[in-house]
């Protein structure tokens, strides 16, 4: 019987995303980084799917077999077998929150995995890829204070660890193709980098922590259990920047912060989660996040009351939401009520009978507005 070839690979480099790790091994070998994934999995699709989100039990398997490593090891590797601090999984789906969609999967968006040029550049000649580029909540890089990049910045394509392209020069592909884009080759190292604001270094930093450490603080806040800090500030950014009803109270923190990210609502799209904005629109959220939490809850319902925010419209029934944010929403921000004189009690009554078809008497007036215009009875 013929003896089972073995792979010898560099062991992946602390906080290294998966598919940096294969792709960083194929190019040492001259190949593409799907020939090494299909050597090592015998599976010829492994190289489709999003390695860094989850491993098909059936790949580590084969990877752990063919290359002799622990499948721990590999399932640590993934998102999923490594966001407790940030996630609460509950291995219903291989779906992990607040992590950003790779390039090919967004279509017609033109940013994806993130970089920090000065990271790159320090790691010599064996560029990688770290797994917290992928994560939202990050916008800079806790190390150098820089902003980071979500796309080539001179051809604007998404950064593609899936179809690296090598030198038209070279017969082989080079360990460095893995810093360069796979659209026009340009090396991400030379990057022209942008220092973060120090809000922006000091949420980053914050983020980083949290996310490693699993418990941190945050103004005048502790969280023993950094998932809870994590839950809470996307639900924040959710409202602010994903949904209608949150533009006011963005458009009042970013006159407050003076803040110059521009902010186009229509560009955006219904139900679009953190993970999938651009880098500029996280960017500005999480500094306005960064700002409220300073003295939390005061400037957050002090925001809110200035924009007539109500729980109402923050809070939403199939969400849950952390202990520390349901206490500001139901125990600080005022609920507005409405109220209607006899005139417009019997406009409406109208509305409902001529437009709507359905009968209701003047008294019903409340709970039927509410029910059909909730947002515009919140602010009167």
Known sequence: ????????????????????????????????????????????????????????????????????????????LSFYGSCDYFYNQTEKTSQ?????????????????????????????????????????????CPYHSVQLHDRCPKC????????????????????????????CGFDLRETDYVLA????????????????????????????????YFEGIRRLLSFLVCRPKGERLFMHLRHELDLRQMYHRELIGHNVEPERLEIGLRRSGLVMIYHLLQDWPESFVKACKATNTSTHMIKTPYLEFPYWVTDALFFQIKQY?????????????????????????????????????????QRL
């Open 156 to 183: 604007h394509n998404p950064i593609e660890l899936k179809r690296l392209q090598k030198n038209v020069e070279d017969v082989l592909y080079h360990p460095e193709d893995i810093a360069h884009c796979s659209k």
């Open 197 to 228: 604001s120090t809000d922006e270094s000091d949420i980053n930093r914050i983020n980083f922590l949290q996310s490693t450490l699993g418990y941190g603080q945050v103004g005048n806040l502790k969280f023993a259990y950094s998932n809870l």
């Open 96 to 140: 992990v929150k607040w992590v950003m969609p790779l390039g090919q999967k967004l279509k017609n968006k033109q940013f994806s995995l993130q970089y920090c040029p000065c990271c790159l550049a320090e790691d010599g000649k064996r560029p990688y890829f770290q797994k917290h580029w992928r994560l939202a909540f990050m916008t800079a």
């Open 1 to 76: 019987m013929k003896p089972k070839r073995r792979y010898l690979l560099y062991p992946p480099f602390k906080d290294e995303l998966t598919t940096s790790w294969i792709a960083r091994n194929a190019l040492n070998f001259g190949m593409k980084p799907s020939q090494l994934a299909t050597l090592i999995t015998e599976n010829v699709e492994a190289w489709k799917p999003d390695l860094d989100v989850f491993i098909n039990p059936m790949f580590a398997k084969s990877i752990a077999t063919n290359i002799g490593i622990d499948q721990s090891v590999l399932y640590r």
């Open 337 to 377: 009520k409405y109220s209607a004189c006899d005139d417009e009690k019997s406009n409406i009554v109208d509305f409902f009978d001529k437009r709507l078809k359905k009968k209701i008497k003047p008294e019903q007036v409340r709970r039927f507005v509410r029910y059909y215009f909730e947002e515009h009875s």
